[in-house]
């Protein structure tokens, strides 16, 4: 069965700006800009006074869900531009320790389990890595767009896979040990 109208709205804080043109939108604020293009979901999307308001008419349950997640995706890069994103990764292992460098805009992973062949993941334009000082074995990965950070972060986890051994007993690797928004200096 379709639904007549679907509507949500988000509103837009002070210090954003936000402009909508063919279902492309373009946030600014004062980390910097993201845009992101929306055209694959046939919607409507509108500025309307302080807020951005998403419309879908006629629709069946599995596009109805594509409101919502357009919605998510507009606050995201609201919550980028404003505050940013911030993951941090803890190096775990149990004999041989993991040692992490960045060279240029590549991130290298040497000595995974006592194994010479290095692991080397691209950080992208956007993404910033930090080696954390106060705390051993961690690092940070922050940037505006979530998508970008989130990506890295699980390529690097991802570069860290064991492979023919057990699991269960094999824990070592790289794992995000806390995610989200970068904390609000009050």
């Given at each position: ?65 594509c ?35 960045l ?27 930090v ?26 986890q ?29």
């Amino acid at each position: 069965m379709k639904t007549v109208l679907s509507s949500r709205s988000i509103t837009i804080p002070d210090g954003v700006d936000v402009k909508i043109k063919a279902r492309c939108v373009t946030v600014k604020g004062p980390r910097g800009e993201l845009t992101r293009d929306f055209k694959h979901i046939n919607m409507d999307l509108k500025k309307v006074g302080k807020e951005v308001r998403v419309d879908l008419w006629f629709a069946k349950r599995a596009e109805l869900a594509c409101v919502r997640t357009v919605c998510s995706h507009i606050d995201n890069m609201i919550v980028g531009v404003t505050r940013g994103f911030l993951y941090k990764m803890r190096f775990v292992y149990s004999h041989f320790p993991i040692n992490v460098s960045l060279a240029g805009n590549t991130v290298e992973i040497r000595n995974f389990l006592g194994e010479k062949r290095v692991r080397k993941v691209v950080v992208p334009e956007g993404v910033k890595y930090v080696r954390s000082a106060d705390v051993k074995d961690e690092i940070q990965l922050s940037g505006n767009d979530i998508a970008m950070v989130s990506l890295t972060a699980a390529q690097i986890q991802g570069a860290t896979n064991i492979r023919k051994k057990d699991l269960r007993k094999f824990l070592d690797g790289i794992y995000v040990s806390e995610k989200g928004a970068i904390p609000a200096d009050d």
